[in-house]
């Protein structure tokens, strides 16, 4: 079984262009999430799609956004790149289900965005 | 909203030693946990989950951590440490409805020397 597929692998991008980032999720997963990884700062929620809805969205500025395609596979769209904004993007999927919190998340190996 | 602290950016070992890797909690109602691992460039994988069956769980890779409501801990430990098991360890809370997402703290680098 294939696993949580993101390209991709690295982009390098300068300041004020826009990055588009891809993830295929799992067969059978139709849960997206987004997530950050920044040196020092960990692991930061970005989004979450689930059936093409946007369900949950973190604390990031508006041209952090994204979208889920009707195969479930997922876009991240960075747009007026920041330094600030290189990081390790990874993307997760999960099972349909319930929103009880209790899914667990599958990861892909991300995507190294760097911004000069 | 929950969180989730570690204690500890890096914790060293030696090769047989036992691994303890201390993550407490912040939620007004008991949430569910996770520990993951991530291995130099690669993604993150699980290694065990809480979802208030029995407090003390077992995951891969021969860890295990107890769930104690009263210290709200959930800490994760190995009898034994395996140079293998260098790896940087994430804890993760995520609450019991609403379209909760995980939390993770910042991550413990595992150093394990021989």
């Known amino acids: 079984e294939a696993g949580v597929t993101q390209s991709p692998t690295h982009l390098i991008k300068t300041r004020g262009q826009q990055a588009t980032l891809r993830c295929s999720p799992i067969?059978?997963?139709?849960?997206v999430y987004w997530y950050q990884q920044a040196l020092g700062l960990g692991l930061q929620f970005l989004l979450w799609?689930?059936?093409?809805?946007?369900?949950n969205r973190g604390n990031f500025p508006p041209r952090f956004s994204g979208r889920q395609f009707p195969n479930y596979s997922s876009e991240l769209n960075v747009n007026a790149l920041e330094l600030e904004d290189s990081a390790l993007y990874l993307c997760?999927?999960?099972?349909?289900?319930?929103?009880?919190?209790?899914?667990?998340?599958?990861f892909g190996a991300g995507s190294r965005l760097t911004v000069l | 909203a929950q969180s989730v602290t570690q204690l500890g950016s890096h914790v060293s070992v030696s090769e047989g030693a036992l691994v303890l890797l201390r993550c407490n909690y912040s939620?007004?109602?008991?949430?569910?946990l996770f520990w993951y691992v991530q291995y130099p460039n690669q993604g993150l994988q699980l290694l065990l989950k809480?979802?208030?069956?029995?407090?003390l769980v077992k995951g891969i890779n021969g860890f295990e951590a107890e769930f104690k409501k009263s210290e709200t801990s959930f800490h994760l430990t190995k009898p034994s440490a395996h140079m293998s098991d260098a790896a940087e360890y994430f804890c993760?809370?995520?609450?019991?409805?609403?379209?909760?997402?995980?939390?993770f703290g910042k991550g413990t680098m595992l150093l394990v020397s021989p």
């Open positions: 993760a809370v995520s609450a019991h409805s609403g379209y909760s997402t995980l939390t």
């Open positions: 799609y689930d059936e093409g809805e946007e369900r």
């Open positions: 939620s007004s109602v008991p949430p569910y």
């Open positions: 997760a999927s999960s099972l349909p289900g319930d929103s009880s919190g209790a899914n667990v998340l599958t």
């Open positions: 809480y979802t208030s069956a029995a407090t």
């Open positions: 067969s059978g997963h139709t849960s």
